[in-house]
T-cell receptor
């Protein structure tokens, strides 16, 4: 068990560019979550999947954001036309349906210039 | 999900016991109390979870009174490496999204 893996760890981009982040959950975990965290605040929920189905999306997830989990394993989070306000740490977590403990990755830190 | 309230920050010294109290007045029957720890530039890490009375593991103890409207995380004999942000959350037994507050920033001094 290698834990939840996120790639890249850091991303610097210019305003208006598209970015994509990847999350590899713990292998047998069927739930996968995305959160966003800004400095001094707790993580904020964005969306989650159970297997390949996206079960819930936050209102924070504007139409510039899209998440996929095509085969129920890894997931991608894409942000289109990035804005400076998108600068944050993007965290991925996974869990088993039967156990409500979430295991987090180290996150991807996005800086939009 | 019930909202939680906890102190913004706490200071302690190495070797002391630290107690962080969290209030969750609107906790529902199916809800559990869960605590996570977060170090800078890392994701949160699960510490402990309980429903009522007392739960203890190798890291911490969690005390929950009978009315369940509050809970106390107890960290025995803290060290410098326990300096972190601690989050109290109320979660349903169905799992799903976690709702984090600002957490308690614990600073352990030598």
């Amino acid at each position: 068990d290698t834990g939840v893996s996120q790639d890249p760890r850091h991303k610097i981009t210019k305003r208006g560019q598209n970015v994509t982040f990847r999350c590899d959950p713990i292998s047998e975990h069927n739930r996968l979550y995305w959160y966003r965290q800004t400095l001094g605040q707790g993580p904020e929920f964005l969306t989650y999947f159970q297997n390949e189905a996206q079960l819930e999306k936050s209102r924070l997830l504007s139409d510039r954001f899209s998440a996929e989990r095509p085969k129920g394993s890894f997931s991608t989070l894409e942000i289109q036309r990035t804005e400076q306000g998108d600068s944050a740490m993007y965290l991925c977590a996974s869990s088993l349906v039967s156990v409500d403990i979430q295991y987090f990755g180290a996150g991807t830190r996005l800086s939009v210039l | 999900l019930a909202k939680t309230t906890q102190p913004i920050s706490m200071d302690s010294y190495e070797g002391q016991e630290v107690n962080i109290t969290c209030s969750h007045n609107n906790i529902a029957t199916n809800d559990y109390i869960t605590w996570y720890q977060q170090f800078p530039s890392q994701g949160p890490r699960f510490i402990i979870q309980g429903y009522k009375t007392k739960v203890t593991n190798e890291v911490a103890s969690l005390f929950i009174p009978a009315d369940r409207k509050s809970s106390t995380l107890s960290l025995p004999r803290v060290s410098l490496s326990d300096t972190a942000v601690y989050y109290c959350l109320v979660v349903t037994n169905q799992g799903g999204k976690l709702i984090f507050g600002q957490g308690t920033e614990l600073s352990v001094k030598p």
